[in-house]
């Protein structure tokens, strides 16, 4: 008997105890509710200078006749860039290759023909203006090909800046509509973060080297208009979220 009495106090405590922890512990409070958006800002900005992609190759029937060969094509090209008006360090060396070049037939192995060495080379031209007579410079002075030209602007910190304001102004009236659209309004902000964007990205114009050189041949002058360049700020937001009176 006694021992059924202590068994039932026992339990009864045990009971008690856990009524009071579980009172006491605090109740998960619900999240507040919000908004997030993002924006996209873009500002367009004349270039004002351009990279000329240059190219030389040679095929020859031993590695070193190749090479000793666009050497000879390439500080030709070289001399007539700087004959064009520009600088020693407005031209620099942008690529290499030499290679074994086979010929490929079906049902035979492939057979070698020779090798070949090709050169890029960087011309940066500070006046947008001579654009097209030094493209005209290099295809007369033995260049193979116009890889593209890219255009670049020097004072871009002004127009980034703008376009970052864009973003936000555009993640800020996105993030206030839908807060009206889901009957509420919006509180205070939280983050804002860039998700990315670009630096002026240069519009490439590819110029196909044959087209240039029966210009050349029919004597037209090369004739190159620039283009914009575009520079792209993103942003992402997040604001609270007040909700309206329950209706």
Same mark, same amino acid.
């Given at each position: 008997m006694l021992r059924t009495i202590l068994s039932a106090l026992i339990a009864s405590?045990?009971?008690?105890?856990?009524? /009071?922890?579980?009172?006491?512990?605090?109740?998960?409070?619900?999240?507040? *509710?919000?908004?997030?958006a993002s924006g996209r800002g873009e500002v367009r900005l004349a270039p004002t200078y351009a990279a000329l992609?240059?190219? /030389?190759?040679?095929?020859?029937?031993?590695?070193?006749?190749? !090479?000793?060969?666009?050497?000879?094509? /390439?500080?030709? /090209?070289?001399?007539?860039?700087?004959?064009?008006?520009l600088s020693e360090k407005d031209i620099t060396t942008a690529?290499?290759?030499?290679?074994?070049?086979?010929?490929?037939?079906?049902?035979?192995?492939?057979?070698?023909t020779g090798f070949s060495a090709n050169t890029s080379i960087r011309a940066e031209?500070?006046?947008?203006?001579?654009?097209?007579?030094?493209?005209?410079?290099?295809?007369?002075?033995?260049?193979?090909g116009i890889s593209g030209v890219q255009y670049f602007a020097a004072n871009t910190d002004e127009a980034r800046r703008s376009a970052m304001a864009q973003a936000v102004r555009e993640a800020r009236t996105d993030a206030d509509?839908? !807060?009206?659209?889901?009957?509420?309004?919006?509180?205070?902000?939280?983050?804002?973060t860039s998700a990315g964007g670009n630096q002026p990205f240069p519009r490439e114009m590819?110029?196909?080297?044959?087209n240039v050189a029966m210009a050349r041949a029919a004597g037209a002058p090369t004739?190159?208009? *620039?283009?914009?360049?575009?520079?792209?700020?993103?942003?992402?937001?997040?604001?609270?979220?007040?909700?309206?009176?329950?209706?």
């Open positions: 405590c045990i009971a008690w105890t856990a009524a /009071v922890a579980q009172a006491s512990e605090p109740s998960p409070s619900p999240q507040q *509710p919000e908004i997030m992609i240059v190219n /030389v190759s040679t095929r020859a029937g031993t590695a070193v006749e190749a !090479a000793a060969q666009n050497a000879q094509k /390439v500080e030709s /090209v070289i001399k007539g860039l700087r004959g064009s008006g690529g290499y290759h030499l290679q074994q070049d086979y010929d490929y037939r079906p049902d035979r192995r492939p057979e070698p031209i500070r006046r947008l203006e001579t654009l097209g007579r030094v493209t005209d410079a290099a295809i007369a002075a033995g260049a193979t509509v839908l !807060a009206r659209a889901a009957g509420g309004t919006l509180g205070r902000w939280i983050a804002l590819m110029m196909a080297s044959g004739n190159i208009v *620039p283009g914009e360049l575009n520079v792209i700020a993103m942003v992402s937001g997040r604001w609270e979220f007040i909700p309206g009176a329950a209706r």
